[in-house]
Each structure stands twice: as structure tokens, then as C-alpha cells.
């Protein structure tokens, strides 16, 4: 079973807003195993609107829309919904009692405009809509499905999650879909695929594998698909196993909600260790992404943005000598700040950074990418060199998933 997602509204297609309605319904069809053939976002227009659902129903079974369902002139969706049914509009006087005491409660007044949101096409079933005055509406014709629901993020949820889906498995025997991602940090997507690729070759042809890398972080996601529950996650289960096994030193965690900052929380929080943060290039990405998890404060005592080589000096004490020396961009550099960082805070660990992100190399003799990353531990402090290349969001991105990973390769040392 096959689903295309449209979205309508200008506001997409100049980058206004992001399309996260699309990427939440992908997620919850996929849930109850309806696959997402295409996802499309098109203008506030009758002829693009009426070409995109030409063109969807000639391959999908169900078309789910949103946007365009609002109470002003330029919310065109049900009206051209209309249109291509080849139908009209009534006035639902449920809705329209729904709307009327939604405003009495708000004390707000209802006026024709709010009345004519209860006006839907005649074949459609119209869907509640618990937070809003737009209700969801729900085409079946020919055998193909069409609903379209508001483009307010929560409102569109709700009805989704209320109506819609239900719906659907009520009205289709569908497949089941079982997914299963591992995290795996430190190994580019082409040497993991080399390690893998005996395996690879040998999965039983109901599970798929895929490769989804980003900076600094490779996502291996298995899927199996079919009707016997129990039998899919057997086989995923048995796959999983076998490839633990293959590249279990650089695998951090299950599923698109593990990330390497909550690994390191637990590991931090288990040994019961402290970590501080010196960062110049990074710019506090690293003390972002410690913070993001809930009880940091536990281990994570804090961090300085040395910026300025004023402030490593001043803050970090790292000695100005070293500086005219080797440059603010050097491994001496980056082990005086980490060990700097870690004295001041009083800290078991310590990370540093400091390089160019760019675009400009600014006072040093290093290229724009270079980055030292140094790590200082109980015992040792050290320091590795890297080139991330460009543009200044990927150095800094891949500098701090990188820190990451080297902290967590010492911890897990002792």
C-alpha cells in the first residue's frame, strides 16, 4: 500500500517555514505500514493543486494533503477539492455547533467567516477537528483514498492521529514494517560498507539495508517487510545480532533516538566522572549538545569559548609563548586549553578545540577545515589533527561529533 503526501503553501516553497508535516505523517504511515511513494509541496493553486492530485492518484491508493484549509480568501484547498470531485458544498451543522461553542469558550465572536469553515463537499465524510475550527476531510472515490487536513502542525496531528490512521488500518489488511537502526560513529560510510559486505551479501532477501550518513555519524537501518510479525522480527533480530558482531567497536547505540552525547551521558553518570569544555573553532556546539540531555549538570561542570587567543591566555592559561610559536592552531595550543579547562573546572576529562572553520584562515598558516581536537584524561593529555574540509557549518558540525567520539574511545579505555 502506496501513500503520496502534498503539501500546499507558498510559504514552503520560498523557505519560509520547513515541511515538517510531511516528515511526521511519513513517519506514522510507515508505523502501520504504508510505504510514502512521494512527497510533494506545491503553491496556493487551483491548477497545481488539481495537476499534483491528477498525477498522485494515477499511482498511489491513498493522497494525504495539508495546507490550504483556513478561513481566508487565499485557503483554496476545499473549494478545488470540490471542484475535482465534481461536487458541492453544504453546510454541516454539527461543525458549525462545534466551531460556536469552541469561540464561547475563548470568548471570542463567531462571525459568517468562522460559519464557513463548516462548509464541506457533500461526499466527503468530514473529520473532527479537536483544536481547530478546519475539519479534516475524507474522500473515498474509486477505490482510492483522499484526505486533506490543515496545515497547523498540531491540528493536523491530532486529526491524524485521531482519525485518519484509524481509518486506514480499518479500511486496509496492511503489511507490517519493522525497522531497526544502529548508530555507528567514526568509520566512513564506504570502509563500514567494505566490512560489511559478506554479510550484506548473504540478508535474506525480505530485509533491506540502508545507509544513511551524516556528519561524523553513519545510521545502518534494517527493514523487513511482510505479514507475519513475529517472523519479521525474528529475522531482523538474527541480522542485527550478526552484525553487532562485525563492527561492534564503532557502533555507540539502537535507534534514531540515541545520540553520542547520550551515550557519553551514561558512561559519565556510570563511572560517576566529570567532563569540562574548552572550545575556540566550535564555538559552544560541543556544550550544546552535552546540555541537550537531561541531567548534564551531574557530570558536565561547564565550559569557556576561548574565541580570542585573549581568553585562552587569560582564562585558560595557556601561555602566550606557545601561541606566537606554534599559532592558535596547533596541537600545543589545543592541550594547553584542554589541560587549562580541566585544572580550572576540576574535572576528570576535558575536551578542547581550536581551528579554522572559515571561511577566512584569519592569523594562522593553517587551511580552512584544519581542526586540533585534544582530549585531557587523569593521566595523559593528547591531541589529533583533522581537515573537514568546508563550508564552516560542516567543520563545526564534524569537529564536535568528533570530540564526542574521541572522549567516549578514552572512557571506555578504563
Not at 78 to 88: A, R, S
Not at 223 to 241: D, N, Q, S
Request: charged share 20%; hydrophobic share 40%; aromatic share 6%.
Amino acid at each position: 500500500m502506496q501513500a503520496e503526501i502534498i503539501t500546499i503553501g507558498d510559504e514552503i516553497l520560498i523557505g519560509q517555514i520547513l515541511d515538517s508535516n510531511s516528515k511526521w505523517i511519513a513517519e506514522e504511515l510507515n508505523k502501520i505500514g504504508i510505504s510514502v511513494y512521494q512527497i510533494t509541496s506545491i503553491q496556493d493553486d487551483k491548477q497545481h493543486i488539481l495537476k499534483a492530485l491528477n498525477e498522485a492518484q494515477a499511482h498511489v491508493d491513498i493522497v494525504l494533503i495539508t495546507g490550504g484549509l483556513g478561513p481566508t480568501k487565499d485557503d483554496i484547498t476545499k473549494t478545488t477539492l470540490t471542484e475535482y470531485f465534481n461536487d458541492t458544498l453544504v453546510l454541516n451543522t454539527t461543525i458549525v455547533e462545534q466551531i460556536r461553542a469552541m469561540f464561547a469558550k475563548l470568548n471570542y465572536p463567531f462571525t459568517e467567516v468562522n460559519k464557513n469553515q463548516a462548509l464541506v463537499p457533500s461526499t466527503c465524510i468530514p473529520l473532527k477537528n479537536e483544536l481547530g475550527t478546519a475539519p479534516g476531510l475524507w474522500f473515498h472515490n474509486k477505490g482510492k483514498i483522499v484526505v486533506s487536513l490543515p496545515g497547523v502542525p498540531n491540528e493536523m496531528k491530532g486529526l491524524m492521529t485521531n482519525c485518519v490512521l484509524p481509518k486506514l488500518k480499518q479500511t486496509y489488511n496492511l503489511p507490517y514494517i519493522i525497522h531497526k537502526t544502529i548508530i555507528t560513529y567514526g568509520m566512513g560510510e564506504s570502509m563500514v560498507a567494505e566490512r560489511l559486505e559478506a554479510w550484506e551479501n548473504n540478508l535474506p532477501s525480505l530485509i533491506k539495508l540502508a545507509y544513511l550518513p551524516s556528519y561524523g555519524k553513519l545510521r545502518l537501518r534494517l527493514t523487513a517487510r511482510g505479514k507475519e510479525k513475529e517472523m519479521l522480527e525474528k529475522a531482523v533480530f538474527i541480522e542485527t545480532e550478526k552484525l553487532t558482531k562485525i563492527i561492534s567497536d564503532i557502533i555507540v547505540g539502537y535507534e534514531d533516538t540515541v545520540s553520542i552525547e547520550a551515550v557519553l551521558g551514561t558512561l559519565f553518570s556510570s563511572k560517576k566522572i566529570t567532563l569540562s569544555v574548552a572550545e575556540s573553532c566550535t564555538g559552544g556546539a560541543i556544550s550544546q549538545k552535552l546540555t541537550s540531555i537531561a541531567g548534564a549538570s551531574k557530570y558536565f561542570m561547564g565550559s569557556i569559548v576561548a574565541y580570542n587567543p585573549i581568553i585562552k591566555i587569560k582564562e585558560l592559561s595557556v601561555q602566550k609563548e606557545l601561541i606566537d610559536k606554534y599559532s592558535v592552531v596547533s596541537s600545543q595550543v589545543a592541550e594547553a586549553m584542554a589541560v587549562g579547562i580541566q585544572k580550572k573546572y576540576k574535572t576528570t576529562y576535558a575536551i578542547a578545540t581550536t581551528g579554522n572553520a572559515g571561511p577566512t584562515v584569519d592569523i594562522t598558516d593553517k587551511t580552512v577545515g584544519v581542526v586540533f581536537i585534544a582530549i585531557a584524561t587523569p593521566t595523559q593529555v593528547f591531541s589529533k589533527e583533522f581537515n573537514f574540509g568546508k563550508p564552516r557549518e560542516k567543520v563545526i558540525e564534524r569537529a564536535s561529533n568528533k570530540a564526542l567520539e574521541l572522549l567516549r574511545k578514552e572512557i571506555l579505555k578504563n
